[in-house]
């Protein structure tokens, strides 16, 4: 028995000094980047998509900046935010990456938010969209190099109102932030321009069965407005346009109901669709020309949003390596060089950071259109330069509530 | 035997204790997090080891305990006593109310019923946005002060969740091997003989549920402080089940056995994966691997052996 418990603690002393890093490295050693993406679970095909983007890049300078090796450390977070936070703490504490990035879920976001500050550590999220991120909430370590959900949504409201001249629409969306900060931002803009929201329909986070919920579209809606992303997006498009629905009642969306993550597995259903956001892997510009066919090349399809923010995110990280000379070590430095990458040769077009750390970008309406045999999301108008806070005062914005399920209130319910 | 078992056990926390500040960070707070996923385990282990009752709710308590330090800690400011003190409470609270309509069932249905309970404090943590908000979570909450010492480091946190798993252990130790306990055992090996030796079955099982409730909750007070983060995951069937495989790897019935499961998985998931993707293909092989060839657990196993 003894023997039997000695040998125990042993073996375990054993497997925990295996774990002992050395000495921390010296500044000529590798430019550590640690990189959180949910590998496995529900969300495995976007976090795919994002670990694809961002090896792009990488591989495209070598993995070498400023005269110093680039590491990848890449972390599976299961699309858990507990276990991304766990992941974290591995790669600053154990790995000591030079910054950390990825991230998928808004929760996420939240909860690397405090931990960032406390690391003192430079982090970027390139998909995390929570508008209070960099609204209400935002961290001085943190730099989102991708958008917020209500950013396309305030210039899509707009144009919807005043192009598609629809008066009443209805929306539906997954009840959780992001289908209300999205529908929230539309509604916002699009009222103002004189339109109306004439019912919101919530759909439970992971439904598959719409047809319940398409039962309940009021059916004088000029336009049914969606927000869903993955599996939802396709069955959704799909089982509205089965219902002979989107043939009296056109549909418009946010732009992950047509990302291109799911694009190609939709069929007809989806032709028509107008959508807005701050990407389309159609867009016609050299840089998004190159990055297009370099990704289909390696990954055998076309790039989603989820790719393009995390190529582009690569590239940004490694610009800020660049002006500061690789030296990483100094973190106020690297963090100010973050905030100042500014570039007009994105695949999604030219890009600065606010003082809130959200970019300032272009954002695109979309037409889902079949070209050459494949669908395609064309760019159809561009408004340029777009804030996280639209035309508004960002100081009279950041004093009005976060969208909601409840705000803005639906006054023509 | 209880001797041995004390002395054992007394030899894990010394060296642990002993390993702390050799240690670097991140291991230590992958220790901390198998000792709080221990403490959940042994609570568990106390349904379903001990009474014979498989509980698919055991986040719920966990969950609720760690939702009221983190609203607590984040929007009141309050310390880690009354933290504490409410987050146990609300967790007793819990299983004192589900347990009226658990307790009811058996085998199966048991196991339905505490799964549909669990859901139902999952979608309140979901849906109640104002007061949990929602999907978001609740992030932020700061590690608390133990008088003048400050737990904000990895190295005090650690010494802190092993003293209360220690003191966990020790506690539902001799819980189990007091006389309630013992009678929890009977009615594990036959509820009918129990009832008919004069034994009130349903109050036995009733306070099992209760006093597994508590345990998890105190568990649920140190993942609030410990992760700075409280979601709906964490009140998740998947946490439910994971519980309860760290409680069956290692070895239902044996108190040391779920904390030692809850090592082996906190560990598999965060050390696998760094050199495969396919991690979880190999966390299900070592299932499959201790079902069929130890199916009491590991530890049960060790003490089957040695009988």
């Known amino acids: 028995m003894r023997a039997r418990v000695m040998r125990l603690i042993l073996t375990v002393a054993v497997v925990l000094a295996g774990t002992v890093p050395g000495p921390a490295r010296a500044q000529s050693g590798p430019i550590k980047i640690g990189l959180l993406v949910p590998l496995t679970g529900a969300a495995s095909a976007l976090g795919k998509d994002m670990l694809a983007g961002t090896e792009l890049y990488l591989d495209e300078i070598n993995r070498q900046v400023a005269?110093?090796?680039?590491?990848?450390?890449?972390?599976?977070?299961?699309?858990?935010?507990?276990?991304?936070?766990?992941?974290?703490?591995?790669?600053?504490?154990?790995?000591?990456?030079?910054i950390l990035t990825g991230g998928l879920l808004a929760s996420t976001g939240y909860a690397l938010h405090p931990f960032a500050d406390a690391a003192k550590i430079p982090t970027t999220y390139p998909v995390m969209s929570s508008d209070d991120l960099t609204q209400r909430k935002p961290a001085k370590w943190v730099v989102r190099t991708g958008w917020n959900s209500s950013q396309s949504m305030h210039a899509f409201g707009e144009w919807v109102a005043r192009n598609l001249k629809y008066k009443k629409v209805a929306t539906i969306g997954?009840?959780?932030?992001?289908?209300?900060?999205?529908?929230?931002?539309?509604?916002?803009?699009?009222?103002?321009?004189g339109g109306q929201i004439i019912q919101k329909i919530w759909t439970p986070l992971n439904t598959t069965d719409f047809s319940p919920f398409i039962a309940q579209i009021k059916p004088d809606a000029d336009a049914v407005f969606a927000v869903f992303f993955g599996r939802g997006s396709l069955q959704f498009v799909k089982q509205y346009a089965e219902t002979g629905l989107k043939a009296k009642i056109p549909l418009i969306g946010n732009g992950t109901v047509t990302d291109e993550s799911v694009l190609p597995q939709m069929g007809d259903e989806a032709l028509g669709v107008y959508t807005a956001l701050h990407y389309s892997a159609a867009l016609d510009n050299p840089a998004n020309k190159k990055y297009a066919k370099a990704f289909e090349a390696k990954a055998g399809k076309i790039p989603s949003y989820y790719a393009e923010t995390c190529y582009t995110n690569m590239r940004w990280i490694v610009e800020a390596i660049k002006a500061i000379n690789g030296k990483v070590e100094d973190r106020e430095a690297f963090l100010a060089a973050l905030k100042k990458v500014e570039l007009k040769d994105f695949p999604r077009g030219p890009v600065v950071i606010d003082k809130w750390g959200n970019p300032i970008q272009n954002i695109y309406v979309r037409k889902v259109e079949r070209v050459g045999g494949q669908l395609q999301n064309s760019v159809i108008f561009t408004y340029p330069a777009v804030s996280?806070?639209?035309?508004?005062?960002?100081?009279?914005?950041?004093?009005q509530p976060l969208y909601t399920r409840d705000y803005p209130p639906c006054k023509y319910c | 035997m209880i001797r041995r078992r004390a002395l054992a056990a007394a030899i894990i926390i010394g060296v642990l204790a002993a390993?702390?500040?050799v240690l670097p960070a991140y291991p230590l707070t992958l220790i901390t997090q198998a000792l709080i996923f221990g403490i959940l385990a042994m609570s568990l282990d106390v349904l379903l080891g001990y009474t014979g009752l498989p509980s698919l709710g055991q986040a719920a308590y966990f969950g609720v305990a760690a939702y009221a330090v983190a609203l607590l800690a984040t929007e009141r400011q309050v310390g880690l006593l009354g933290c504490a003190a409410a987050g146990i409470a609300l967790a007793a609270v819990t299983a004192a109310v589900f347990g009226v309509v658990a307790i009811r069932a058996r085998g199966t249905y048991f196991?339905?019923?505490t799964l549909a309970l669990g859901m139902v404090v999952w979608g309140l943590a979901f849906r109640w946005v104002s007061l949990t908000k929602g999907d978001n979570g609740v992030s932020g909450v700061p590690r608390p002060e133990l008088g003048a010492l400050s737990l904000s480091a990895p190295l005090p946190f650690f010494y802190f969740a092993l003293v209360t798993a220690a003191v966990s252990w020790t506690l539902l130790g001799l819980l189990v091997m007091s006389p309630f306990g013992l009678g929890l055992k009977g009615i594990r090996g036959s509820e009918s003989r129990m009832e008919a030796l004069g034994y009130n079955v349903w109050l036995h099982k009733y306070l099992a549920f209760v006093i597994a409730g508590v345990f998890a909750g105190v568990a649920g007070v140190l993942w609030a402080y410990y992760n700075g983060f409280v979601g709906p995951t964490d009140v998740q069937l998947v946490t439910s089940v994971e519980a309860l495989l760290m409680t069956a790897l290692g070895g239902p019935g044996t108190l040391i056995g779920p904390v030692l499961g809850?090592?082996?998985?906190?560990?598999?998931?965060?050390?696998?994966?760094?050199?495969?993707?396919?991690?979880?293909?190999?966390?299900?092989?070592?299932?499959?691997?201790?079902?069929?060839?130890?199916?009491?657990?590991?530890?049960?196993?060790?003490?089957?052996?040695?009988?």
Do not use: C
């Open chain 1, 67 to 98: 005269g110093r090796k680039i590491e990848l450390i890449v972390e599976d977070t299961e699309g858990v935010t507990a276990t991304a936070l766990t992941k974290a703490r591995k790669l600053v504490d154990q790995d000591h990456v030079a």
């Open chain 1, 174 to 193: 997954f009840d959780y932030a992001f289908g209300w900060e999205t529908v929230g931002g539309f509604q916002r803009t699009f009222e103002e321009q």
């Open chain 1, 388 to 399: 996280q806070f639209w035309k508004y005062n960002p100081e009279e914005f950041l004093k």
């Open chain 2, 19 to 21: 390993l702390g500040p």
């Open chain 2, 111 to 113: 196991l339905m019923i």
């Open chain 2, 262 to 307: 809850a090592g082996i998985i906190v560990f598999l998931k965060n050390f696998v994966s760094v050199y495969t993707k396919r991690w979880l293909l190999i966390l299900g092989a070592v299932y499959i691997g201790v079902i069929l060839f130890a199916p009491h657990g590991v530890v049960g196993a060790f003490r089957r052996q040695r009988r």
